[in-house]
């Protein structure tokens, strides 16, 4: 038996970087979380400890700093430049994959007016972006994470099969709320980064509101439908999503009727629904989603 050394990658992980456009008297800030990962010949590395070929997670981290400096246009574009300048860096570097994560802020209103240098976090959504470059190759994928939404009905759930632990009672209207996990794939590398995003959002929020629902599996298929449908753009669309269970509550005890007013929100166990919605005329690329954790 040989022991050979597999597949491996490495980088530095998690650089958290903000950058604050002060150029005019309103301020604008960006507020990063930058993953890099270098793929390529790194064997004598592993094998003796011989660093020669070893860009260091320390200089990685550097260039996601000087980067900045010349302003992070998003998280795609300022993706795409980080991995095709690590995949052009040396020619042992095979490949580079920078996964970008971008927090929103909001600007405080004071008496009614959005201040010009005071922020709030915009809640748990994060907008995400993996971009690969490889054999000279670049892949973008974008995506966001926890993006919440309820509809208070338009939702039903009956029709399926009743076994012997089956106690779920059928319901034609029902409390539907899922954080969204979604992920797609672009077929260029040169678009408004904003804008698409912007529209593969909105369309995704308008078929959860529109979509009158059977099953959240409905809706995930028309959300990821519907956004390939809008924008020619995307290739495929992954999404995971949590059913996030409203259960009406019992208020007997306290000699009160429910008509559908009071419900417990239960935080777990969640059902979890995830599915891709893909072009059949687009050739895959698996490449670009590896690394993605959660995504069927
Ligand atoms: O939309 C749903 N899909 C399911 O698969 C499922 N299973 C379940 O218990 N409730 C629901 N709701």
Do not use: C
């Not at 927090?103 to 007016?113: A, H, K, N, S």
């Not at 966001?144 to 939404?149: H, P, R, S, W």
């Not at 059949?280 to 954790?293: I, K, L, S």
Request: glycine share 8%; no cysteine.
């Amino acid at each position: 038996m040989a022991i050979v050394l597999g597949p491996n990658q490495y980088g530095k992980a998690e650089v958290r970087v903000v950058a604050v456009d002060r150029s005019t008297p309103q301020h604008s800030l960006v507020d990063l979380n930058v993953s890099s990962a270098l793929r390529g010949d790194f064997s004598a590395a592993h094998l003796t400890g011989d660093n020669a070929h070893v860009l260091t997670t320390d200089a990685q981290k550097n260039t996601v700093f000087a980067f900045a400096r010349d302003g992070i246009a998003s998280p795609e574009a300022f993706g795409i430049r980080l991995a095709t300048h690590f995949a052009g860096s040396y020619p042992w570097i095979s490949g580079a994959r920078v996964a970008v994560e971008s927090y929103g802020w909001d600007r405080i209103t004071v008496g009614g007016q959005p201040h010009d240098h005071a922020f709030r976090r915009a809640g748990a959504e994060v907008r995400t972006a993996v971009v690969t470059a490889d054999d000279s190759r670049l892949h973008v994928v974008a995506g966001l994470t926890d993006l919440v939404v309820l509809k208070t009905t338009g939702s039903e759930f009956w029709g399926f099969p009743r076994d012997a632990y089956t106690t779920l009672a059928e319901t034609r209207d029902r409390i539907l709320a899922t954080a969204v996990t979604a992920r797609w794939r672009y077929l260029g590398t040169d678009l408004d980064w904003h804008g698409v995003f912007d529209t593969v959002r909105t369309t995704m929020l308008e078929a959860f509101a529109s979509t009158h629902s059977l099953a959240l599996q409905q809706t995930l298929h028309a959300m990821g439908a519907a956004v390939l449908e809008t924008v020619p753009e995307v290739a495929e669309v992954r999404l995971s999503m949590p059913n996030k269970h409203h259960f009406l509550q019992d208020l007997s005890a306290f000699g009160l009727d429910n008509p559908d007013v009071v419900y417990h929100a239960d935080d777990r166990p969640y059902g979890l629904i995830e599915g891709t919605v893909l072009r059949d005329d687009v050739p895959p690329a698996e490449v670009a989603w590896q690394g993605t954790p959660g995504f069927v």
